[in-house]
């Protein structure tokens, strides 16, 4: 820790240096193009044609789908929910 901290202390002070030069929001949407190179980088790295609103929407459908699967489990083992069987674990 007495190399890390000291570390990150710097890494923090040169962040606030650079943060006024940082453009608002968070991601490539807020450049030109944004959505376009988006798009193109979603394709390069999955091969997959379909719009990255879809795709957030299908990880919201499987985190979902996991949700239920780990409350069926968590009443197969007698809590009832998964909060409960986390301390359990």
Sequence with gaps: ????NPALARFAIAL???QPFARPGDGICWLPD???VYEFLILTYTSLDDDARAIHEYGLARIEAIREEMTVIAHELGHPDVAALRPAL
Excluded: S
């Design 16 to 18: 606030e240096e650079i």
């Design 1 to 4: 820790m007495e190399h890390v």
């Design 34 to 36: 944004g959505a376009e």
